[in-house]
């Protein structure tokens, strides 16, 4: 959403204003600036708590917008991004080093669209050591066989990324195809896309989705897939009805070291061990048993599996 700030008018000082002020004993002025100053920092110390939450493991990173409806995110251990052009030119050695552990690059819209930073982030972010997922996003008046022929031909098969995402929204600002489609229409479409997408890189795609877009179409579908949700207000439980998540996505205003302004800030649900298992096994561990003997899962090391795979 564009944001505009309004000029300042030019206001013209009133008769008082113009006065000469009194003077003052050198006593006075000290003391005038002793105040001044505390004063400063005190309020600077209180908007630094606002912006970077005491309770976060990452104080390198902040929130220019922070809503206390998510605070239980900045607590979670990994964190991580999801970045497109808009983010401009990323350093992405800085990126990595406060503490981002994931990211998911936008590679791919609709049928004849790509990011036109998506190789530059995708190979930058693999040679910074930040593991990473391509993201296509859904355009719902384009045929879903033909969106998955151009996330093929444009996302490389690499075995040691994470498991491609299938962005799934409504796009109401779109001036082309800001429709809605029916509810049958759209889950065929999406499994055209997950199918596709799983065989291309051999991993089950995450599905990323908002509030409005789950109500309507995802509620009660694709159990067995991981779930990637925007929450930006409150924690996910308090939006989405019966919905396991993996990835929660908690500010659209997020800032980190790397990037220029604003960015989304995710957090992947578990706990440390339970990420090695992910990154390894290309697949939420809390599913690891169930899908590894139909081959979604791939093999875990035992030097990973140091805890259940339910902690």
Same mark, same amino acid.
């Given at each position: 959403?564009?944001?505009?700030?309004?000029? /300042?008018?030019?206001?013209?000082?009133?008769?008082?204003?113009?006065?000469?002020?009194?003077?003052?004993?050198?006593?006075?002025?000290?003391?005038?600036?002793?105040?001044?100053?505390?004063?400063?920092?005190?309020?600077?110390?209180?908007?630094?708590?606002?912006?970077?939450?005491?309770?976060?493991?990452?104080?390198?990173?902040?929130?220019?917008?922070?809503?206390?409806?998510?605070?239980?995110?900045?607590?979670?251990?990994?964190?991580?991004?999801?970045?497109?052009?808009?983010?401009?030119?990323?350093?992405?050695?800085?990126?990595?080093?406060?503490?981002?552990?994931?990211?998911?690059?936008?590679?791919?819209?609709?049928?004849?669209?790509?990011?036109?930073?998506?190789?530059?982030?995708?190979?930058?972010?693999?040679?910074?050591?930040?593991?990473?997922?391509?993201?296509?996003?859904?355009?719902?008046?384009?045929?879903?066989?033909?969106?998955?022929?151009?996330?093929?031909?444009?996302?490389?098969?690499?075995?040691?990324?994470?498991?491609?995402?299938?962005?799934?929204?409504?796009?109401?600002?779109?001036?082309?195809?800001?429709?809605?489609?029916?509810?049958?229409?759209?889950?065929? /479409?999406?499994?055209?896309?997950?199918?596709?997408?799983?065989?291309?890189?051999?991993?089950?795609?995450?599905?990323?989705?908002?509030?409005?877009?789950?109500?309507?179409?995802?509620?009660?579908?694709?159990?067995?897939?991981?779930?990637?949700?925007?929450?930006?207000?409150?924690?996910?439980?308090?939006?989405?009805?019966?919905?396991?998540?993996?990835?929660?996505?908690?500010?659209?205003?997020?800032?980190?070291?790397?990037?220029?302004?604003?960015?989304?800030?995710?957090?992947?649900?578990?706990?440390?061990?339970?990420?090695?298992?992910?990154?390894?096994?290309?697949?939420?561990?809390?599913?690891?048993?169930?899908?590894?003997?139909?081959?979604?899962?791939?093999?875990?090391?035992?030097?990973?599996?140091?805890?259940?795979?339910?902690?």
């Amino acid at each position: 959403m564009r944001k505009t700030v309004e000029p /300042m008018k030019n206001r013209r000082p009133s008769r008082r204003s113009r006065k000469s002020p009194p003077k003052q004993s050198a006593l006075q002025t000290v003391v005038r600036c002793v105040r001044f100053g505390a004063v400063t920092a005190l309020a600077l110390g209180l908007a630094s708590c606002a912006i970077a939450p005491s309770s976060s493991r990452y104080p390198l990173k902040s929130d220019v917008k922070p809503h206390a409806g998510v605070a239980t995110a900045h607590r979670l251990p990994i964190h991580g991004v999801d970045i497109s052009k808009w983010q401009g030119k990323v350093d992405w050695a800085a990126l990595r080093q406060a503490g981002t552990q994931f990211a998911f690059i936008k590679a791919t819209e609709g049928g004849d669209h790509v990011d036109n930073r998506f190789l530059e982030n995708w190979w930058a972010a693999k040679n910074a050591g930040v593991p990473r997922g391509a993201y296509h996003f859904v355009y719902w008046c384009r045929p879903a066989h033909e969106q998955a022929a151009w996330f093929k031909k444009n996302v490389p098969q690499d075995p040691d990324a994470l498991p491609p995402v299938l962005d799934v929204e409504w796009n109401g600002e779109s001036v082309n195809c800001p429709k809605k489609v029916p509810r049958q229409q759209a889950l065929a /479409m999406i499994d055209v896309l997950l199918r596709e997408m799983e065989a291309h890189t051999g991993k089950r795609p995450i599905i990323y989705t908002d509030i409005t877009f789950h109500q309507e179409i995802l509620e009660g579908e694709y159990k067995d897939y991981p779930f990637w949700i925007r929450s930006t207000a409150a924690e996910p439980h308090h939006r989405y009805n019966d919905r396991r998540w993996t990835f929660w996505q908690f500010t659209t205003t997020g800032r980190v070291p790397g990037v220029t302004g604003d960015i989304d800030r995710n957090a992947f649900y578990g706990t440390e061990n339970q990420w090695r298992m992910f990154v390894q096994s290309k697949c939420d561990p809390r599913d690891h048993q169930k899908l590894k003997p139909i081959g979604v899962c791939r093999d875990v090391d035992t030097a990973v599996q140091t805890a259940s795979f339910e902690e």
